[in-house]
């Protein structure tokens, strides 16, 4: 069985500019979650989208945002980037098994703000 | 908001010794814990998780030890090896709530052969 998958593994922005990270969750999984990492810091959570819908936001500014299309992959888009928006951004997609909810997670893409 | 954090950063240990890692937890709802293992340039992966029913869960090579009235919770390796070295997350998720999970900072384990 295929894992959680992103694009692309690494990205070089400029400040101001845009990013889009694409993420495909495992078969079957409808959640889809993004957070950010940033150097030597633990996991912030970004994004929460089910069944096609936003069901829940991190604390993050309107310039990241995303979306999840009718097969359940997701995109998440950070506008007018700047240089603290350099990170490893993770996405994970979870199954809903006996009132517990794993989640699994892609490779990540690092992205670099210059 | 109430969050998860690890006692020690950094665990250093010989190639075949036990290693326990530590975490604790200040939300008394949460009732669903997580381990993830991430290494260099990977994304983070599931190792083992237990419900708040439960005080202990083995899996290969792996336990995991929750007390919950200490709010604490553990991870111990056994034998461990040289490509158990990783950034060890642990996350707590309560029931009935976002279901966003709350993760810790991470402890580095380093393994010596």
């Known amino acids: 069985e295929a894992g959680v998958t992103q694009s692309p593994t690494h990205l070089i922005k400029t400040r101001g500019q845009q990013a889009t990270l694409r993420c495909s969750p495992i078969s079957g999984h409808t959640s889809v979650y993004w957070y950010q990492q940033a150097l030597g810091l633990g996991l912030q959570f970004l994004l929460w989208?089910?069944?096609?819908?936003?069901?829940n936001r991190g604390n993050f500014p309107p310039r990241f945002s995303g979306r999840q299309f009718p097969n359940y992959s997701s995109e998440l888009n950070v506008n007018a980037l700047e240089l603290e928006d350099s990170a490893l951004y993770l996405c994970a997609s979870s199954l809903w098994d006996r009132g517990k909810e794993t989640q699994y997670f892609g490779p990540g893409t690092r992205l670099l703000v210059l | 908001g109430e969050s998860v954090g690890l006692h020690l950063p950094t665990l250093s240990v010989q190639e075949g010794d036990n290693s326990i890692i530590n975490c604790a937890y200040s939300n008394s709802a949460s009732d669903y814990f997580i381990w993830y293992k991430q290494e260099s340039g990977k994304g983070p992966q599931f190792i083992i998780d237990?419900?708040?029913?439960?005080d202990k869960r083995q899996g290969q090579r792996v336990t995991v030890l929750l007390n919950k009235t200490v709010k604490h919770l553990s991870l111990q390796i056994a034998a461990t090896q040289p490509g158990d070295s990783a950034v060890y997350f642990c996350a707590e998720m309560a029931r009935g709530g976002s279901y966003i999970p709350t993760f810790g900072r991470g402890t580095s384990l380093i393994v010596h052969p």
């Open positions: 237990i419900r708040s029913n439960m």
């Open positions: 989208y089910d069944e096609g819908e936003e069901r």
